[in-house]
């Protein structure tokens, strides 16, 4: 078992660091980005800067100007007003879809099917990838805030992928969710697959390349992965599971739809007392961090917090090997 498994729960909670040390630093980075009003604020939870330290480690200044960098593209790009009539020509054929299942810690499940790529624009499928996370922490229960990818890859060839998208996929959800992410189990990768992550990997995280995992489904030891975190009586069919249904898009606009009624609720600052109270937000350049926090940093930095490289076992370089 890696160090990183032995450090964070399965509903991302870090146990590297003592609570008040924990703390100690999510209150110096709220004083450092400065107060912030309406949804920012709401975003700016004690959970939320809690992932983005983690992300960097505990370090105080590179949080900052991680989470700065986030406010000023959530205040611009607007994710959370995305809804279903935005996103549905890139969903239609199911290409990425939230299952109705969650594993067995709570965790919503992101289904993605390479081989149902439908688009060429990268504006379209990187805003579907946003609506589709932001879907899947609406639906997050209380006491978790990661989620499960499964990577179908039947019928995969290398036209169904781009390392364009794949940068810029990469870009957003380690930059924009942190921590975000539980487990991504690719299902069946063929050999083709082999030179496209050997490339693709360098733009990942070294925790997030850690959160892979390779399932072939004539190799019991790797499907066993699959029976640890799923009830395998809902699973689809195509990850070994007893789910014969196909997808249906109708069914699932309706589902979006539902869904997009709970957002407006999930932002309303009627419940936050300091989302309604603060002034305006000051300027977001996430370059000001960096100034604002170079006073504190040599304090941050000596809150036994772990060294920068210290990020838990890496995956091997290679792609694992099928094995009978």
């Known amino acids: 078992m890696s160090s990183e498994s032995n ?6 909670c870090d146990n590297s660091l003592a609570p008040e040390v924990q703390q100690g630093k999510i209150n110096e980075v709220r004083r450092l980005i400065g107060p912030q009003s309406g949804k920012l604020a709401l975003y700016c939870s004690d959970a939320s800067i809690s992932r983005y330290l983690r992300a960097r480690n505990w370090n105080v200044n590179k949080a900052v100007k991680m989470l700065k960098a986030t406010l000023k593209w959530r205040m611009e790009y607007k994710p959370e007003e995305i809804r279903w009539g935005d ?13 109705s299942y969650k594993d067995k810690h709570g965790r919503p499940v992101l289904v993605m099917r390479p081989r149902c790529q439908n688009s060429k624009s990268i504006k379209g499928q990187i805003k579907y990838l946003v609506y589709c996370m932001e879907n899947a922490i609406l639906n997050l229960p209380q006491d978790q805030e990661q989620m499960i990818w499964l990577i ?13 998208v794949t940068r810029e996929t990469a870009h957003v959800l380690q ?15 063929p050999k083709i697959f ?3 992550w050997t490339v693709a990997k360098p733009f990942l995280e070294p925790k997030t390349v850690a959160k892979v995992k390779f399932v072939y489904s004539d190799n019991p030891n790797t499907k066993s992965i699959m029976d640890d975190l799923f009830d395998m009586e809902v699973v689809e069919s195509a990850f070994g599971g007893k789910d014969d249904a196909d997808f249906e898009i109708n069914k699932y ?6 869904d997009d009624k709970k957002i407006p609720s999930f932002w309303t600052t009627d419940s936050n007392s300091a989302a309604t109270s603060l002034p305006i937000a000051p300027s977001l350049d996430p370059t000001n961090s960096e100034l604002e926090s170079n006073a504190s940093e040599e304090k941050a930095d000596k809150s036994s917090s772990p060294r920068d490289d210290e990020d838990g076992t890496l995956v091997d370089e290679s792609l694992p090997s099928k094995q009978k």
Do not use: C, Q, W
């Open 175 to 189: 930059e924009h969710y942190p921590e975000r992410l539980g487990v991504a189990i690719l299902y069946d990768p």
């Open 152 to 164: 179908d890859f039947h019928g995969f060839s290398m036209s169904n992928i781009s390392i364009k």
């Open 194 to 196: 082999e030179p496209f």
């Open 7 to 12: 450090k964070t729960a399965p509903n991302g």
């Open 87 to 99: 996103v549905a020509k890139e969903a239609e054929t199911g290409k990425i879809y939230r299952a």
């Open 253 to 258: 606009a309706e589902r979006m739809r539902e």
